[in-house]
């Protein structure tokens, strides 16, 4: 078992296609603060805000990577696309929880004031903190499960 495995894990290493995957998690991070932000300002509960940002990046995710980072996997059709959309959401569920728990323990037992103009901003820089701690676990998930990479591929 393990060495079928062996060579799915080395085809992580593609920087071509990690910079691709940092760069489409950069744009959903800042999806992720638009809505966390938005909601805030709005009274909805830090964690209920953070986890609707967090579905909101997902599916925009989702969608830059399907067409660009993974463009060269997977199999076509439609029913092979809601697959690996679902398999997306699933395998990014451990991503999400690592993210809004980094999240929650950084901006709820940390007492840091971060203003700049008259906002606060704290939440911002905890959110990062957690996409950061998430990113790992999605880009694992992903390769292996959603768009189920192998070496030799980009």
């Known amino acids: 078992m393990i060495d079928a495995i062996r060579p799915r894990l080395r085809a992580l290493r593609s920087g071509v296609r990690f910079g691709q995957f940092v ?3 950069a744009f959903g991070a800042v999806c992720d603060n638009v809505v966390l932000g938005t909601l805030l300002h709005f009274g909805v509960a830090p964690e209920l805000a953070k986890l609707a940002g967090a579905e909101t990046a997902i599916v ?3 969608l830059v ?12 059709g439609v029913a092979s696309f809601v697959r690996r959309f679902l398999t997306s959401n699933l395998v990014r569920a451990g991503g999400v929880v690592v993210a809004t728990a980094v999240f ?7 007492d840091v004031s971060i203003g700049v103009a008259g906002v606060e901003l704290w939440f911002l820089v905890a ?4 996409i950061a701690a998430g990113l790992l676990v999605n880009y694992v998930a992903e390769s292996l499960f959603t768009w189920q990479v192998r070496e030799g591929e980009r």
């Not at 929650?104 to 940390?110: A, E, G, K, M, V």
């Not at 959110?127 to 957690?130: K, Q, R, S, T, Y």
């Open 127 to 130: 959110n990062l903190f957690g």
């Open 104 to 110: 929650s323990q950084l901006y709820r037992r940390i």
């Open 60 to 62: 925009l995710m989702f």
């Open 23 to 25: 760069s489409v998690g």
């Open 65 to 76: 990577n399907e067409h660009w980072t993974f463009a060269d996997q997977g199999e076509p």
